[in-house]
């Protein structure tokens, strides 16, 4: 079974959002003749990186919510310039929308296991992803969704 991580998506405001920077980040690293994938940092680096990258994924809470994933490909530490231990999560450049799940704000990443984790949204049924954002997030809170 995956292991996967959560994370607040700071400064995105939607899946919108989070689509811009990822594209950016994936043109940017085409234009340096890497593969188009996005990347972030963290201090805290994962212990149990070989469960992560066992099929496992960065999942994004935006606006209190999680709504998002990208596809934890790689996990590299390294040191920077001050001495500080740190990580790159090396992420897919897919950014896959999922069942809206409410969650509350916390600092950093968290371990979070397969069956916490919100359905694909394109498997939840047809229609659904073609809804607005806002209605499928009205219904997922009444329970319908």
Same mark, same amino acid.
């Given at each position: &079974?995956?292991?996967?991580?959560?994370?607040?998506?700071? %400064?995105?405001?939607?899946?919108?959002?989070?689509?811009?920077?990822?594209?950016?980040?994936?043109?940017?690293?085409?234009?340096?003749?890497?593969?188009?994938?996005?990347?972030?940092?963290?201090? &805290? *680096?994962?212990?149990?990186? +070989? +469960?992560?990258? +066992?099929?496992?994924?960065?999942?994004?809470?935006?606006?209190?919510?999680?709504?998002?994933?990208?596809?934890?490909?790689?996990?590299?530490? !390294?040191?920077?310039?001050?001495?500080?231990?740190?990580?790159?999560? *090396?992420?897919?450049?897919?950014?896959?929308?999922?069942?809206?799940?409410?969650?509350?704000? !916390?600092? %950093?990443?968290?371990?979070?296991?397969? +069956?916490?984790?919100?359905?694909?949204?394109?498997?939840? %049924?047809?229609?659904?992803?073609? &809804?607005?954002?806002?209605?499928?997030?009205?219904?997922?809170?009444?329970?319908?969704?």
């Amino acid at each position: &079974m995956a292991l996967h991580l959560i994370k607040l998506c700071v %400064g995105a405001d939607s899946i919108d959002d989070l689509r811009e920077w990822v594209a950016e980040r994936s043109l940017r690293a085409i234009a340096a003749g890497l593969e188009p994938h996005s990347v972030h940092t963290t201090r &805290m *680096v994962p212990k149990r990186v +070989e +469960e992560l990258l +066992e099929g496992g994924s960065l999942y994004w809470v935006i606006k209190g919510q999680v709504q998002a994933r990208q596809k934890l490909l790689d996990i590299q530490t !390294f040191t920077d310039v001050e001495g500080i231990s740190r990580c790159h999560l *090396v992420l897919g450049p897919e950014v896959i929308e999922t069942a809206v799940q409410p969650k509350r704000a !916390f600092q %950093g990443w968290r371990y979070y296991p397969q +069956e916490d984790v919100p359905r694909d949204l394109n498997s939840l %049924g047809e229609g659904i992803a073609e &809804m607005p954002a806002d209605l499928r997030r009205e219904l997922s809170e009444l329970g319908l969704l």
